[in-house]
């Protein structure tokens, strides 16, 4: 990828993709760790054994740490639509940010600016559909909350990076949260992306409602919550639906 700007800081984490290499989905991350410096630092570690391909910084600067044809070592345990092996197909993106354990706040502008100039150049380049841009909280909703719900995915997906579609206000429609709606509303998440097993249905809500419904992310299948999963799944499958058809 070529993208002016961008300040290199070689990590030895990382490893071979395969051949051919296979990128076709983006991971947004936050740090979590109280400075850039120190992010940056641990990411760079032998000893740490993690990594990412970019570190983007509070007042825009972004770092590259992995090559974008290597692996980095940045998803950890994680699923998306049946994938699990998702170091292997992807580019991570950490954003320095303290995180829900630090002190997590807004992302500020010069820094958001500088994410949407960095996956637009990604998206230049490599196949990656909307679909599969995603956060590390909806590919590991079990341990990680990340990039949190102040991140902002509709500045994102108007730029056409992501899905975002609008909410709609009118929750007259919504499904309830009886047995069989409940089952529906669990299918949505799944349609999505979402790996939904046995014992981790509400924190995959969770992990929806922070990126989609970030005015509350109790985990509850609400009302409102099951009426948000049904027009996203509807977002979702069109963007599916149009890549397909484009390829």
Same mark, same amino acid.
């Given at each position: 990828?070529?993208?002016?700007?961008?300040?290199?800081?070689?990590?030895?984490?990382?490893?071979?993709?395969?051949?051919p290499a296979r990128i076709d989905m983006l991971v947004i991350h936050y740090t979590g760790m109280k400075t850039?410096?120190?992010?940056?630092?641990?990411?760079?570690?032998?000893?740490?054994?993690?990594?990412?391909?970019?570190?983007?910084?509070?007042?825009?600067?972004?770092?590259?740490?992995?090559?974008?044809?290597?692996?980095?070592?940045?998803?950890?345990?994680?699923?998306?639509?049946?994938?699990?092996?998702?170091?292997?197909?992807?580019?991570?993106?950490?954003i320095v940010n303290p995180g829900h354990e630090w002190g997590y706040r807004r992302f500020p502008e010069e820094?958001?600016?500088?994410?949407?100039?960095?996956?637009?150049?990604?998206?230049?380049?490599?196949?990656?559909?909307?679909?599969?841009?995603?956060?590390?909280?909806?590919?590991?909703?079990?341990?990680?909350?990340?990039?949190?719900?102040?991140?902002?995915?509709?500045?994102?997906?108007?730029?056409?990076?992501?899905?975002?579609?609008?909410?709609?206000?009118?929750?007259? *429609?919504?499904? !309830?949260?009886?047995?069989? &709606?409940? %089952?529906?509303? @669990? =299918?949505?998440?799944? $349609?999505?992306?979402?790996?939904?097993?046995?014992?981790?249905?509400?924190?995959?809500?969770?992990?929806?409602?922070?990126?989609?419904?970030?005015? *509350?992310?109790? !985990?509850?299948?609400?009302? &409102?919550? %099951?009426?948000? @999963? =049904?027009?996203?799944? $509807?977002?979702?499958?069109?963007?599916?639906?149009?890549?397909?058809?484009?390829?």
């Open positions: 990828m070529i993208l002016s700007g961008v300040l290199d800081r070689p990590s030895p984490n990382y490893l071979p993709r395969g051949d850039a410096p120190e992010a940056i630092d641990r990411l760079c570690d032998p000893s740490a054994k993690v990594s990412a391909h970019y570190v983007v910084e509070e007042n825009g600067t972004i770092w590259r740490l992995v090559p974008d044809r290597k692996r980095a070592f940045h998803a950890g345990r994680s699923c998306w639509a049946g994938e699990s092996d998702l170091n292997a197909v992807s580019i991570g993106i950490e820094q958001m600016a500088a994410v949407e100039r960095l996956c637009s150049a990604l998206l230049a380049c490599f196949p990656i559909p909307p679909h599969r841009i995603v956060g590390h909280s909806d590919i590991a909703p079990d341990r990680k909350s990340d990039p949190g719900e102040l991140f902002d995915w509709p500045r994102l997906a108007r730029a056409g990076i992501g899905i975002w579609p609008e909410p709609t206000t009118d929750l007259g *429609r919504g499904r !309830g949260v009886g047995v069989i &709606e409940h %089952a529906g509303a @669990l =299918a949505d998440l799944a $349609a999505i992306g979402y790996c939904v097993t046995a014992g981790v249905e509400s924190t995959c809500v969770a992990a929806f409602q922070r990126r989609f419904r970030p005015q *509350r992310w109790d !985990g509850r299948l609400d009302a &409102e919550t %099951a009426r948000r @999963l =049904a027009e996203v799944r $509807a977002a979702y499958d069109r963007a599916r639906y149009d890549h397909a058809r484009r390829h």
